[in-house]
């Protein structure tokens, strides 16, 4: 388990907006072929050849694996979009908010984001975690 997961955190590049969109339809499809996940894009959809090279190099980056079928390659994710998550939300906590959550939470009820009401709830997660 702990070579599997500093496997993840060793090959982990950040993503570019592009294949965050890209990322995002391999997660919600699971396995598939180019032309599912350009069909879960949100409009504007990427011409297809842009998708393909940016599928690419997501598995170049070890974001994805492919398998042959045909003449065709089905990708999957090597990396768990928690994982994902996980990584880049701690970096940015890190980098933004002196590695603070509090000061996040902060951020954002200053900010008018989080109501009183969402606060109350994330409370309640944080002292019930089971729930």
Avoid at 49 to 57: E, G
Avoid at 104 to 126: H, P
């Amino acid at each position: 388990m702990f070579s599997y997961i500093y496997d993840i955190f060793v090959i982990m590049e950040k993503l570019t907006l592009q294949e965050e969109e890209a990322m995002l339809a391999v997660w919600q499809i699971g396995k598939g072929f180019i032309k599912d996940f350009m069909d879960v894009l949100p409009e504007p959809k990427p011409p297809y050849t842009t998708l393909a090279s940016t599928v690419k190099n997501l598995e170049r980056k070890g974001y994805l694996v492919s398998e042959r079928f045909a003449n065709a390659n089905r990708y999957s994710a090597k990396v768990k979009e928690t994982e994902y998550k996980k990584r880049f939300m701690s970096g940015f906590v890190n980098n933004y908010f002196q590695s603070s959550y509090k000061e996040l939470v902060a951020f954002f009820a200053k900010d008018k984001k989080i109501s009183a009401e969402e606060l109350k709830e994330i409370i309640n997660l944080i002292e019930n975690p089971e729930k």
